[in-house]
């Protein structure tokens, strides 16, 4: 099975890698170097999460409608391709998009639209797919190993990136592109040779145990508690997912840092919430959940104080440090807030509850993309000040979690402690991936 993991582990590298030059050295690029509208790259960074409803449907249409014996294996090879396509076709649509907006506009909604297509179409499918290679004993530690892969090659890519674009020219940048996406292709072929059995569809149950999103929302609303971690979930994870369209163009506006000096910060930001990661499994079953969790929401809470301190006082240091604040109250608070989604999963249906956790990250991502570019392109026009746009967006994702912390008081899982064992560490970690 240690095969099969890092072979599903490989898979979930390779669609990672193709989120990590768009998400972090593209939409700099655009928003600083092209001065495109950080609204509109926003949005069109946001379509993955936009289009993750069709999860729901992509997982129960491809339980029932096998591909020469294979239900997974066709359908994470298309999404693949698309995420493979879009991110090495994406540098192009940006510098069009720089010298024919209206063409530029359409080109980017088919390629960011092809790329967020993949993402989900991939992701639904590989995931399942490590659902039924690990059983249930073993899907904890499969989705663990992989998700731990997944920010080591996020780490791992950044720092390839910018090494290639040292130092930036626009060729240099597709060049980069293209090796990613050769890349994480080659990466992703390897992790599905011969992975998954060829079986025979029981698409009686297969139906059964598909959820709708009607579903999963009416199981959420008829619950207070469930409902008020829901909200919660929403604007903590919109303040510390939100930040990452204007993170990177933030650092080359504040203090003039080259495309090669912002594509370190992901490295940075990601080796520290892998060390934050850690030391929550240190400090289970030790310290209560819910001061990690809030320990974690106040880590990040002062990293956005410091990031917008740093834009004051215009210390590239002092920004630096702000980062690692940001990455190690990420990685706390994740992993405190998965182990109460745990407890929150006892008392009804897993599969409901798992699928509430995905949609909240994807409402959340895309809440607080697109909330950071338009705040931020109306603050700039309105003051005439670039540096105040980025600064009024972090300030307002530091309100967020100022009332994700008040409303952790009220979250009271007592009522979902009716379960047979407490999950392991492993398994609170794995829900991250879903």
């Known amino acids: ?225 469930a409902k008020t971690f829901f909200v919660y979930l929403l604007l903590l994870l919109a303040a510390l997912l939100g930040q990452d369209v204007l993170l990177e163009p933030y650092g080359a506006e504040a203090f003039g840092m080259t495309v090669t000096e912002t594509t370190r910060i992901t490295p940075l930001w990601g080796t520290f919430v892998l060390v934050a990661i850690i030391i929550a499994g240190l400090l289970e079953g030790r310290v209560h959940k819910r001061v990690v969790a809030q320990i974690g929401n106040l880590g990040a809470l002062a990293g956005f104080i410091v990031i917008v301190l740093s834009g004051f006082f215009h210390s590239i240091g002092i920004f630096y440090s702000g980062v690692t604040l940001l990455g190690i109250g990420t990685g706390l608070s994740t992993v405190a807030n998965l182990s109460l989604m745990f407890d929150l999963t006892m008392a009804g249906n897993v599969g409901l509850y798992i699928g509430a956790w995905g949609f909240s990250n994807a409402l959340s991502r895309l809440t607080g993309s697109l909330l950071g570019g338009i705040v931020r392109d109306g603050v700039t026009q309105s003051t005439g000040i670039a540096l105040s746009g980025y600064m009024v967006v972090f300030g307002i994702e530091a309100i967020m979690l100022v009332c994700a912390a008040l409303m952790l008081a009220r979250i009271d899982v007592s009522a979902f402690k009716q379960r047979a064992a407490e999950p392991t560490f492993v398994e609170k970690v794995a829900l991250a991936a879903e």
């Open 1 to 225: 099975m240690l095969l099969k993991r890092l072979q599903l582990g490989l898979i979930h590298v390779a669609v990672a890698m193709t989120l990590v030059p768009i998400n972090s050295t593209l939409n700099r690029v655009m928003i600083k170097e092209l001065a495109i509208s950080a609204t509109l790259v926003a949005l069109l960074a946001s379509l993955p999460y936009l289009f993750s409803p069709i999860q729901v449907a992509i997982g129960s249409y491809s339980d029932r409608h096998p591909i020469f014996g294979l239900r997974r294996t066709p359908y994470i090879l298309a999404g693949l391709v698309l995420c493979v396509l879009g991110v090495v076709v994406s540098p192009q649509v940006a510098f069009l998009m720089s010298e024919n907006l209206s063409l530029g506009i359409l080109a980017g909604l088919v390629t960011f639209g092809a790329w967020g297509m993949g993402f989900n179409l991939s992701s639904v499918s590989y995931l399942s797919l490590a659902s039924e290679l690990s059983g249930e004993d073993g899907r904890g530690k499969t989705i663990a190993t992989m998700w731990f892969m997944m920010i080591v090659s996020i780490i791992g890519t950044a720092i390839v990136i910018g090494a290639m674009v040292d130092p930036y020219t626009p060729a240099a940048m597709m060049r980069a592109f293209e090796v990613v996406g050769a890349s994480a292709l080659a990466i992703g072929l390897l992790g599905l040779l011969g992975l998954e059995p060829r079986t025979k569809i029981d698409s009686a149950k297969a139906q059964a145990e598909a959820y709708t999103i009607k579903q999963m929302m009416s199981t959420i609303l008829d619950n207070p508690v």
